[in-house]
């Protein structure tokens, strides 16, 4: 049986090396892209198997986007999952926003994840069975205060998902969303905090092997979405449907002095 093969986008640390470590020892072939060439290099040389690859790329760069897709088509001549993982977080109140900051933020995590999609659809074509998983979070299907631009990120790439997965049916592509609640991974350290709004109890986080476990269930059998914690689940409904009752447990469970609106 020949390896599946995969790109993994953020691959270079928390989750997305994860997800390469996983894939790995299932038997993929696997491409790391990132920005981070040396920590590229220190997880390709843990890996278990041959044949991987690592594509150092900055995803800002849609120039970048289509050469990294190009070397990854030469070298496996193929794509069969593609994981679009990497991202960044933006921890500041709307009256605080840096627009660079912000431009990078959805440059990262909306347009280089379609652009990945586009460029990699070719060789996603070719594949006896394709599957796409886009990490995007729980704070997509609800957004959070003191992270509106990050939750509206994560919200596009939702919307991303449950366009692409109807466009790509006739190629028989599965595009599957996954969301994240909590994660042990640096992200919290990495990402801009120009207000030093307080992190999340990391307490309740779950470690990033266990948010890869859920990447490699969907390329086994893929689901349209799959939000990781109940509480969220049930938080993404209400705000659909009743969204006065979710703004109360949302304050409740943040807790961090936010308030209630009153109507
Ligand atoms: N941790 C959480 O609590 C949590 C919860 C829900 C969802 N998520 C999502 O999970 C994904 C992975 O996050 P993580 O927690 O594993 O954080 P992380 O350790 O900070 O990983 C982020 C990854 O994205 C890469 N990246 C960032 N900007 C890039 C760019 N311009 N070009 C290429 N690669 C870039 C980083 O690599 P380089 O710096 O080397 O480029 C890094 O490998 C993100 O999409 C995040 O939004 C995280």
């Known amino acids: 049986m020949t390896a599946r093969r995969a790109l993994v986008t953020g691959a270079s ?4 090396e994860a997800v390469a470590r996983l894939l790995a020892s299932k038997g993929y072939r696997v491409a790391l892209l990132a920005r981070r060439q040396a920590e590229l290099e220190r997880v390709l ?11 150092p790329c900055d995803l800002t760069d849609p120039a970048a986007i289509e050469r990294s897709i190009e070397t990854l088509d030469t070298r496996f001549g ?5 994981v679009n993982n990497a991202g960044v977080g933006y921890r500041a109140k709307v009256e605080e926003l840096d627009p660079k900051t ?3 933020v959805f440059d990262t995590n909306v347009f280089a994840l379609l652009l990945a999609c586009q460029a990699a659809l070719p060789l996603l074509r070719r594949s006896e069975r394709a599957v796409v998983v886009n990490v995007a979070s729980v704070v997509g299907r609800r957004g959070i205060p003191g992270q509106a631009a990050y939750s509206a990120s994560k919200a596009a790439a939702c919307s ?7 466009e790509w049916a006739e190629d028989r592509i599965s595009v599957c969303t996954l969301n994240p609640a909590l994660t042990t991974t ?3 350290e990495a990402q801009a905090n120009p207000g030093d709004l307080p992190h999340p109890d990391l307490a309740e986080a779950s470690p990033a092997d266990e948010v890869a476990l859920h990447v490699l269930a969907l390329d086994r059998r893929p689901e349209p979405e799959r939000s990781l914690r109940w509480k969220w689940r049930l938080l993404g409904a209400l705000s659909a449907i009743r969204p006065r009752l979710a703004d109360r447990m949302l304050v409740r469970r943040l807790g961090g002095g ?4 009153r109507w």
């Open 102 to 104: 912000l431009k990078r």
């Open 258 to 261: 936010w308030r209630t609106p």
């Open 45 to 55: 040389a843990e890996l278990p198997g041959d044949g991987h690859v690592v594509l």
């Open 186 to 188: 640096g992200f919290f």
């Open 160 to 166: 991303i998902g449950e366009a692409l997965r109807v």
């Open 13 to 16: 640390s928390g989750i997305g």
């Open 78 to 82: 193929g794509l069969d999952l593609l």
